[in-house]
């Protein structure tokens, strides 16, 4: 290429990334207004033209937080912290074993099994839900934390063995077979050779079954109530508008959404791996 | 299975013994699979045979001893009840709008962020936020923060360069809330297509330019149809996540203003109109058009995951 041309294409290159850079502040402002308006007076979060230089005040955190007399979000964050990290445990103590036979040491039609599980994400919520509500009502479990526990189960588990399956199909069998052949047994071999190996993969298998199951509201708004409600439900209290509370509603979307946003930060260059089931490496 | 318990059968008396062995080792093989299948199987199957059943039946909870067989009674009711074919026709349009949106926003960002330059790493990052804020917590700020006609953001910077002061969600609600959904899924697009254009012949590319192709040669001819399967990943699964959206109907608008999807329906007409047959009947219609993308999504990530098994 002429030195010009190299210099066009240079030039380019800059204004592609500069528009680039204009549309990543773009899909950032709301986050960026939200984060914004969370610290300001509810008087100064209700302007038009916005208050952009407003001062900064801690109140709208003090309100959600219920030190100002309203509903304490503590019990449903609570709520949620368990749901998701019990259901997260269960996830990977039953998925682990269900990606080795699928992998390492996999049983005849282990594609044909994989894809079962695929088609089980594919049936939507709403195809259960009715009789898994007539089910807890009859059992005695409706606003019970472990129901959605196992439910959350199995809405994850599915991804969980894809992810799983692909990180482990990454440990090389030769490895292991050496492992095998120099007398280690399977418990030696799983932490020595394989642990090492897969252990990035399962950690954000994790924090995606952690994500999935923190954001659920369909079933937690069906099958909870005031006991077991989790932090979305919570959230749900604020879809009819109460006089001045915006800076409320950022300060509360914004404490439930930042584990979210650190998990998801965390596992950011898997996300696309889990999100797509494994399909995308 | 069939194999380990034929064939011996075939010539029992020259090695009795490996029988019972051959089938314990295929037994022991399968056992660390099977909590996980059971529990799949009894969390997600058995529920969904039982809404089937019921949604051959008259069955309003408020009136349990009425309830008895009506055949497809239900489905008929679903298919010529106005309100509820305007849901299903609420969630086609509410999806395709999503998907198609989504996905040229995020081939578009996928695209420039598979380029070099300064700071993409921080730029991937500012595209990513949105898809990682908790579906509610999203659906309320836009709902509050952003729409709201007097004070919201919106409006707030039209104020700025003189424009209307619309009231959002009240003049266009399904626009409302497919432009909430397009915010949160266009990352998740982003991210697929990205994946999509990483995974490209560099050789290949590298060598369509020395002969003298151009950049929209090379996109056409190139990274189009390799990108053909990536761009159909996202449509199908972005498809399958959108068709149960749940949160943003019932956040933005609680399904009024013509805005109630299946799901929604769903939920209403058991949780506040205690009609278990109907809303089972709804249910099933969901599985249904469920099972059609879903019949294409796993026919395009069996293409892809053969493939991956077929390079490793």
């Not at chain 1, 209700?46 to 003090?62: I, Q, V």
């Not at chain 1, 914004?254 to 898997?270: E, R, T």
């Not at chain 2, 151009?214 to 053909?228: A, E, G, N, V």
Request: proline residues 6%.
């Amino acid at each position: 290429m002429s030195s010009i041309a190299v210099r066009a294409s240079r030039k380019k290159g800059a204004g592609l990334g500069l528009v680039a850079w204009l549309l990543g502040i773009l899909f950032f402002l709301p986050i960026a207004w939200m984060a914004l308006t969370s610290f300001h007076s509810e008087a100064d979060a209700a302007t038009n033209p916005p208050s952009f230089g407003a001062a900064l005040t801690l109140d709208g955190y003090r309100e959600f937080f219920g030190t100002g007399g309203g509903a304490s979000p503590w019990p449903a964050l609570i709520n949620s912290v368990v749901a998701s990290v019990a259901s997260t445990l269960f996830v990977l103590l039953l998925a682990l074993p269900a990606a080795y036979a699928l992998s390492i040491r996999p049983v005849k039609k282990w594609t044909d099994v994989l894809f079962f599980f695929l088609s089980t994400k594919m049936l939507p919520v709403v195809a259960g839900l009715l009789p898994i509500y007539l089910f807890a009502k009859n059992a005695g479990m409706l606003d019970n934390i472990w129901l959605l526990v196992i439910l959350y189960t199995s809405m994850n588990l599915p991804i969980a063995v894809w992810m799983m399956q692909s990180f482990l199909a990454e440990v090389p069998v030769a490895i292991i077979e050496a492992a095998r052949v120099d007398g280690a047994r399977l418990p030696t071999i799983l932490a020595r050779v394989v642990a090492p190996i897969a252990l990035p993969g399962i950690a954000a298998t994790a924090l995606i079954c952690f994500i999935f199951s923190w954001n659920e509201l369909l079933f937690a708004r069906v099958l909870t109530g005031v006991v077991a409600e989790t932090a979305p439900v919570f959230l749900t209290g604020f879809i009819t508008s109460q006089g001045l509370f915006l800076a409320k509603v950022c300060a509360a979307s914004l404490v439930i959404s930042l584990p979210v946003l650190a998990a998801g930060f965390a596992a950011q260059d898997k996300l696309v791996q889990g999100l797509s089931l494994g399909a995308v490496k | 299975m069939t194999a380990t318990t034929t064939a011996p059968l075939a010539t029992p008396h020259v090695r009795p013994v490996r029988q019972p062995s051959a089938r314990l080792r295929a037994w022991a093989t399968r056992a660390p699979l099977l909590p996980a299948l059971v529990f799949m199987i009894v969390v997600t199957q058995l529920p969904f045979v039982a809404t089937l059943v019921i949604s051959f039946f008259d069955w309003n909870a408020l009136y349990p001893k009425a309830r008895h067989f009506t055949g497809i009674d239900n489905y008929q009711q679903v298919l010529t009840d106005a309100d509820l074919r305007h849901s299903v026709w609420t969630t086609v349009l509410l999806t395709v709008a999503v998907v198609l949106v989504s996905l040229v926003l995020g081939l578009a960002l996928a695209l420039l962020l598979d380029r070099k330059f300064r700071g993409r790493g921080v730029v991937r990052t500012l595209l990513i936020a949105p898809f990682l804020v908790v579906p509610v917590a999203a659906a309320l700020l836009w709902k509050h923060v952003l729409y709201n006609p007097e004070y919201g953001l919106l409006n707030g910077l039209l104020h700025y360069v003189g424009g209307p002061q619309p009231d959002w969600i009240s003049n266009t609600p399904l626009l409302a809330v497919e432009m909430s959904l397009v915010w949160q899924w266009t990352p998740f697009m982003m991210l697929i297509l990205l994946a999509g254009l990483q995974s490209r012949d560099q050789q290949q590319m590298e060598a369509a330019r020395v002969d003298g192709a151009s950049d929209w040669q090379i996109f056409r001819y190139l990274t189009l149809p390799h990108l053909r399967r990536y761009l159909e990943l996202g449509a199908l699964l972005g498809s399958i996540y959108i068709v149960q959206n749940f949160d943003a109907v019932f956040t933005i608008t609680s399904g009024g203003l013509g805005t109630a999807n299946l799901p929604y329906t769903v939920y209403q007409s058991f949780y506040q109109a205690h009609e278990n047959g109907l809303a089972s009947a709804a249910g099933v219609l969901v599985v249904i058009g469920s099972i059609i993308i879903a019949t294409f999504a796993l026919r395009v990530v069996s293409s892809l995951f053969r493939e991956e098994v077929g390079r490793a």
